[in-house]
């Protein structure tokens, strides 16, 4: 089991970053992938998540009406659009997948994780 986050870079304030989330060696329908986030000298924050058939998607109060989750089953792939960067959005993002269908704002109910993309946002 495997998940590959990638996507990340160094933007500009207001500008858009998309982070896709590879994964390999389950069927990722059947599960909720969830995309956390860790600043520099700050704890792991949850930042999205989306259920196995997007049925529900869960966001942080920070983030709403700036980033979308989506998932392409079939591409074994779950994104995270990023528009209206901030620089307090500045952190390594992961994404990981949670062994059941529904999300949970808990972490450590997420088994596997991904091994981070950096995003900077700076002018």
């Known amino acids: 089991v495997q998940l590959q986050a990638s996507g990340g870079g160094l933007v500009q304030p207001s500008s858009s970053l998309r982070l896709s989330c590879a994964v390999s060696g389950f069927t990722l329908s059947n599960y909720a992938i969830g995309w956390f986030r860790q600043a520099p000298g700050k704890e792991r924050e949850g930042v999205s998540c989306?259920?196995?058939?997007?049925?529900?998607?869960n966001y942080a109060d920070s983030v709403k009406g700036r980033f979308t989750i989506s998932r392409d089953n079939a591409k074994n792939t779950v994104y995270l659009q990023m528009n209206s960067l901030k620089p307090e959005d500045t952190a390594v993002y992961y994404c990981a997948v949670r062994y059941a269908l529904f999300c949970s704002d808990n972490s450590l109910q997420y088994s596997v994780w991904g091994q981070g993309t950096e995003v900077t946002v700076s002018s």
């Open positions: 989306i259920s196995h058939a997007a049925g529900s998607t």
